[in-house]
């Protein structure tokens, strides 16, 4: 071998070994890292929520280790910290599932929001629809798929006693009571009931039943209406709102009085002219009822009677109406009431179709099921009624038996007074006491 082939064989052993000494491929490497950002390591702990610097330094160590510097394996433990955010984030969805239990115990409805729409009114109400016209023509029909514990006469001043008593004992605050026109049935089993309550708390008031046979025309409404407040206004036992006379209105787009129903413009016009003729300096609260708060325009306060037409869980939309009723009174300015509805359940198919039961709907001829499914459908939409933060909460009803919707004793229940039971411990919860 020549000279010159020996000394390059040398050199290229040295060349070699100096490789080994100094891994020139880290360089390059390290100098990306500084120049990128020349003080993670530093910053680190104490910006720990900045995830990309440790997402870049945890991929260090796993190249590392096939060069096996010492240094490297530093950042490891000063860097494994950071994925703790992770954990802490875990926890925070944990508190989000709770707000919907607390809508349901009493802490969560005890606050002052209910009567901020209407500050004056501190008082919150529960109240039930109740039907003046039972008999023996009604039980024997039958008109009723159920029937109270003893058969009765609506025009028995005894059993309307009796009825006030037990609402009194119940947590009910007064009823509201199916009223047709000056002088009818309705009227006078209206008078009874006022004269029942003497002495008493119980304050109750009417829902006018605008699709009344004895109403013919819209004079028939206003002359109706003017009797009313004349006649009942100033009794003790009559319900007030902020020192009014309250008013319930069913029906609404049957104002007009013609076989088909008024359009909603219509309605509210014809209401507006109404209301201008029997109460011009709004001196009584008027509610009314259905499907569009379009009425809030000449109206006071919403309810819905009937809370069975809707697939389940349709008492969920309560909250809609709430919300619906607060946008209205900021936009105007004004305090209407949200009544919210409460009920055991339906049934009608006694009384479907059948003319001869005081509850006949022309044209209706499938019946409406509900389950009460042992009190607990009235349970939850008492609760529903409640979690929307209602001024006042309306049962229906106590007595209404044709349409199966009744809280009055029964045989047909499991415990004859559960609904009777049910409600004053629902009630005694929504006014923020024990029962």
Same mark, same amino acid.
């Given at each position: 071998?020549?000279?010159?082939?020996?000394?390059?064989?040398?050199?290229?052993?040295?060349?070699?070994?100096?490789?080994?000494?100094?891994? @020139?491929?880290?360089?390059?490497?390290?100098?990306?890292?500084?120049?990128?950002?020349?003080?993670?390591?530093?910053?680190?702990?104490?910006?720990?929520?900045?995830?990309?610097?440790?997402?870049?330094?945890?991929?260090?160590? =796993?190249?590392?280790?096939?060069?096996?510097?010492?240094?490297?394996?530093?950042?490891?433990? %000063?860097?494994?910290?950071?994925?703790?955010?992770?954990?802490? &984030?875990?926890?925070?969805?944990?508190? =989000?599932?709770?707000?919907?239990? %607390?809508?349901?115990?009493?802490?969560?409805?005890?606050? /002052?929001?209910?009567?901020?729409?209407?500050? #004056?009114?501190?008082?919150?109400?529960? @109240?039930?629809?109740?039907?003046?016209?039972?008999?023996? +023509?009604?039980? #024997?029909?039958?008109?009723?798929? &159920?029937?109270?514990?003893?058969?009765?006469? #609506?025009?028995? /001043?005894?059993?309307?006693?009796?009825?006030?008593?037990?609402?009194?004992?119940? +947590?009910?605050?007064?009823?509201?009571?199916?009223?047709?026109?000056?002088?009818?049935?309705?009227?006078?089993?209206?008078?009874?009931?006022?004269?029942?309550?003497? +002495? %008493?708390?119980?304050?109750?008031?009417?829902?006018?039943?605008?699709?009344?046979?004895?109403?013919?025309?819209? +004079?028939?409404?206003?002359?109706?209406?003017?009797?009313?407040?004349?006649?009942?206004?100033?009794?003790?036992?009559?319900?007030?709102?902020?020192?009014?006379?309250?008013?319930?209105?069913?029906?609404?787009?049957?104002? @007009?009085?013609?076989?088909?129903?008024?359009?909603?413009?219509?309605?509210?016009?014809?209401?507006?002219?109404?209301?201008?003729?029997?109460?011009?300096?709004?001196?009584?609260?008027?509610?009314?009822?259905?499907?569009?708060?379009?009425? @809030?325009?000449?109206?006071?306060?919403?309810?819905?009677?009937?809370?069975?037409?809707?697939?389940?869980?349709?008492?969920?939309?309560?909250?809609?109406?709430?919300?619906?009723?607060?946008?209205?009174?900021?936009?105007?300015?004004?305090?209407?009431?949200?009544?919210? /509805?409460?009920?055991?359940?339906?049934?009608?198919?006694?009384?479907?179709?059948?003319?001869?039961?005081? =509850?006949?709907?022309?044209?209706?001829?499938?019946? =409406?099921?509900?389950?009460?499914?042992?009190?607990?459908?009235?349970?939850?939409?008492?609760?529903?009624?409640?979690?929307?933060?209602?001024?006042?909460?309306?049962?229906?009803?106590?007595?209404?038996? &044709?349409?199966?919707?009744?809280?009055?004793?029964?045989?047909?229940?499991?415990?004859?007074?559960?609904?009777?039971?049910?409600?004053?411990?629902?009630?005694?919860?929504?006014?923020? #006491?024990?029962?």
């Amino acid at each position: 071998m020549s000279n010159l082939s020996r000394i390059s064989v040398l050199l290229a052993v040295v060349i070699a070994l100096t490789t080994l000494t100094y891994p @020139l491929p880290r360089a390059p490497l390290d100098a990306a890292i500084g120049e990128s950002d020349p003080s993670p390591v530093a910053t680190t702990p104490s910006e720990g929520e900045i995830e990309p610097t440790p997402t870049l330094y945890s991929l260090i160590p =796993t190249s590392t280790p096939t060069l096996e510097p010492t240094p490297t394996p530093s950042p490891v433990p %000063t860097f494994t910290p950071t994925p703790m955010p992770t954990p802490t &984030c875990t926890p925070t969805p944990q508190p =989000t599932p709770p707000p919907t239990p %607390t809508l349901i115990p009493t802490p969560t409805l005890t606050p /002052t929001p209910t009567p901020a729409p209407a500050p #004056s009114n501190s008082e919150r109400l529960v @109240l039930a629809t109740y039907y003046p016209w039972f008999d023996d +023509g009604a039980w #024997s029909v039958p008109c009723v798929a &159920c029937f109270p514990l003893t058969l009765y006469n #609506s025009d028995d /001043t005894g059993i309307i006693r009796n009825h006030v008593q037990q609402g009194l004992n119940h +947590g009910i605050d007064g009823f509201v009571v199916a009223w047709q026109a000056p002088g009818n049935r309705t009227d006078v089993n209206f008078r009874q009931l006022l004269a029942a309550s003497a +002495g %008493t708390n119980f304050r109750s008031t009417i829902h006018f039943e605008t699709n009344s046979p004895a109403v013919g025309n819209m +004079g028939d409404i206003v002359n109706a209406l003017k009797y009313f407040i004349s006649e009942y206004g100033g009794h003790p036992n009559i319900l007030r709102h902020q020192g009014k006379p309250v008013i319930f209105f069913t029906d609404m787009d049957r104002v @007009l009085r013609r076989p088909e129903p008024a359009s909603t413009v219509e309605a509210v016009e014809a209401w507006r002219e109404i209301r201008r003729q029997v109460d011009p300096e709004n001196r009584t609260i008027w509610i009314d009822e259905g499907v569009s708060l379009a009425y @809030l325009d000449v109206f006071d306060g919403h309810y819905l009677i009937n809370i069975a037409w809707a697939s389940a869980p349709y008492y969920s939309s309560h909250t809609k109406w709430r919300r619906g009723i607060d946008q209205y009174n900021i936009a105007h300015g004004t305090a209407k009431l949200w009544i919210a /509805t409460a009920a055991p359940g339906w049934n009608d198919t006694a009384s479907c179709g059948n003319p001869r039961c005081p =509850t006949y709907r022309t044209g209706k001829l499938v019946p =409406t099921i509900v389950d009460r499914r042992n009190g607990l459908h009235y349970a939850e939409t008492f609760e529903a009624a409640m979690n929307s933060l209602p001024d006042w909460i309306l049962v229906t009803s106590f007595n209404e038996w &044709c349409e199966g919707t009744q809280i009055e004793p029964s045989a047909c229940y499991s415990d004859p007074n559960m609904y009777l039971s049910l409600t004053r411990e629902l009630a005694a919860r929504f006014k923020g #006491s024990n029962p």
